[in-house]
């Protein structure tokens, strides 16, 4: 089946998935009904990383398979505050209002719905958040997602204005999912490095012929 293919991908790649919602519709022609469904999904490495996607299709596990696909390529780097995010922001997409406000250690997860389905697999740990407009799902969805995107990395912002992040903060920020990565010029060096002394200890021992063995010997006498 089309979803058991793409939960193995997901759990090579270390992501989880969860199913917001699922909506079924019937549509009325000439030979029948035909139904059909349309699901939200969303995907996280539960390190920083969200995904959200819409999928539609004729049953449910081939819409979700579909979600699943579309949630993949869409997926976004939430920039980090230790476990809770570096500012407030709010996204508004249709009727639907949301506000994420950073919390303290501790505090956990304070959101419902929707908006917890994503906040819970995206890696954030302590958040306030809060709905101002409509309920709907898919909406409440999309506007927590809109929100998590727009928001901005400290480290690059205070790049911008010439500042260090500790005297725009007046605090050191910390992401613990941030990855160091080498720099490919340090790292190409380093295998040069290593094949020179790999090369130079593999070798051989140049042969001294007899000759030359009595001509040195004569040049002593």
């Known amino acids: 089946m089309v979803t058991t293919v793409e939960r193995d991908k997901l759990e090579a790649e270390e992501l989880e998935d969860r199913v917001v919602r699922i909506d079924r519709t019937r549509k009325t022609?000439?030979?029948?009904?035909?139904?059909?469904?349309?699901?939200?999904?969303?995907?996280?490495?539960?390190?920083?990383?969200?995904?959200?996607?819409?999928?539609?299709?004729?049953?449910?596990?081939?819409?979700i398979a579909k979600g699943i696909r579309k949630a993949r390529e869409n997926m976004i780097r939430i920039p980090m505050d230790g476990y809770t995010i570096p500012h407030v922001t709010q996204a508004k997409v249709g009727g639907a209002v949301i506000l994420l406000k950073p919390a303290s250690r501790g505090t956990g997860v304070i959101a419902g719905g929707a908006v917890r389905q994503l906040i819970e697999i995206s890696g954030v740990r302590d958040i306030l958040t809060k709905s101002l407009g409509s309920g709907n799902v898919m909406n409440r969805a999309k506007a927590c997602f809109k929100a998590l995107s727009s928001l901005r990395n400290p480290q690059d912002v205070a790049e911008l204005r010439g500042k260090t992040v500790e005297a725009l903060r007046g605090r050191e920020i910390i992401d613990p999912y941030a990855e160091v990565e080498q720099e490919p010029e340090e790292a190409e060096q380093l295998e040069e490095v290593a094949a020179e002394t790999e090369g130079a200890a593999e070798l051989p021992e140049a042969e001294v012929s007899p000759e030359a063995v009595e001509a040195e010997e004569e040049s002593k006498e």
């Not at 009904?33 to 596990?61: C, E, F, T, Y």
């Open 29 to 63: 022609v000439a030979g029948g009904r035909l139904s059909s469904a349309r699901v939200v999904v969303a995907v996280g490495d539960n390190k920083g990383r969200l995904g959200l996607g819409v999928g539609k299709a004729r049953n449910v596990p081939e819409a």
